[in-house]
């Protein structure tokens, strides 16, 4: 089955073409534009997926060598997101198939995220465990089947990659900052100072990242030359703080649950610190550890386009009276 995924949750203007699970062609853009906000700016984002979907479309399709007659079901990102940038995607998901009586389905994008890692690797057998990771969403799943989820923890506040933003701009580094933060922490000492790791020692699953953008602040503040002077040796600890309090509850619950094989997914996976300490960790236990290629970590219409066929298989489509879903909880979570 030739299907054509839609991805407009927030400021990755997306679209692909998979046939049976695999690429044919697959197209990203960036929103450069907010980074002059410190943050995406939900109506410049609508605008700008507005503006940019259809040369995509067409993109797309060219890449794939394939003609928008031969397309044989679509897949759109329903939620969650901002609202008014799902609304742009959905509509034009509706407007293709409509107009060829395709069939039509709408994804939960967290979802999506959670099957990256599969793409180009072959798929990834269940039970496994999850760890969603990106600017908006800190999560671990258990999954025992495609569409049957367990949630086992997530964050109490903040989102991990929300934390590396935030701090990047306390640093005064611009903002999307989690990949400059990394590529800053890799020349720095991580022994130079001790940030707190949030959750440690609690019971159960669950992460926080407000008490470290907290103590980071607050360092800042009180080190005058920190910044100016040990740039690198401050984010080296701010990562090592932020990746331990997602590695340390996810092992935990690889051993409570009895999973064997860990995968990790979101924009937050790219960060190569935290494969390693996953990695480094699962082998400890004799466990597989699975990771999406970088290029699939950030949003992107393949895992959108990738979920929509593995449903349509299970007899699912939606109707043309869906809507979008700011806060669409993911189907099949218990």
Request: hydrophobic share 45%; proline share 4%; net charge negative.
């Amino acid at each position: 089955m030739l299907v054509l995924g839609i991805e407009t949750s927030c400021d990755e203007t997306a679209a692909a073409i998979l046939h049976d699970g695999a690429v044919l062609s697959s197209i990203v853009s960036t929103q450069w534009l907010h980074a002059r906000y410190g943050g995406v700016v939900p109506e410049l984002a609508s605008r700008a997926h507005l503006k940019l979907l259809t040369p995509i479309l067409d993109q797309v399709f060219f890449e794939a060598g394939l003609s928008k007659e031969e397309i044989e079901a679509v897949a759109v990102t329903r939620g969650p997101g901002l609202i008014g940038a799902l609304l742009v995607g959905i509509a034009t998901a509706k407007g293709i198939a409509f107009s060829r009586n395709l069939p039509l389905v709408g994804v939960n994008h967290l979802e999506g995220h959670l099957w990256s890692a599969a793409f180009g690797g072959g798929y990834i057998q269940p039970p496994f465990l999850a760890l969603l990771v990106s600017g908006g969403h800190t999560i671990l799943i258990g999954v025992e089947a495609f569409g049957q989820y367990k949630l086992i923890g997530r964050t109490r506040d903040d989102a991990v990659g929300e934390a590396f933003d935030k701090v990047a701009v306390l640093c005064g580094l611009n903002y999307p900052g989690g990949a400059e933060v990394e590529r800053l922490a890799k020349q720095g000492d991580r022994a130079y100072h001790t940030f707190p790791v949030g959750m440690r020692g609690r019971e159960g699953y669950n992460f926080s990242y407000s008490g470290l953008k907290t103590a980071v602040a607050n360092f800042i503040h009180k080190e005058a030359d920190a910044v100016s002077h040990h740039l690198e040796d401050l984010l080296a600890c701010f990562q090592e703080a932020a990746v331990t309090a997602l590695v340390e509850p996810s092992i935990k619950a690889m051993q409570d649950f009895g999973y064997n094989t860990l995968v990790v997914s979101g924009g937050v996976a790219a960060n190569q610190r935290l494969r390693e300490r996953l990695q480094e960790e699962s082998a400890r236990l004799g466990a597989h550890f699975y990771s999406p290629k970088l290029e699939y970590c950030t949003d992107n219409a393949t895992m959108i386009a990738w979920v929509g066929w593995k449903r349509l298989q299970a007899g699912y489509q939606d109707s043309l009276a869906m809507s979008g879903e700011a806060n669409f909880p993911i189907p099949g979570m218990k």
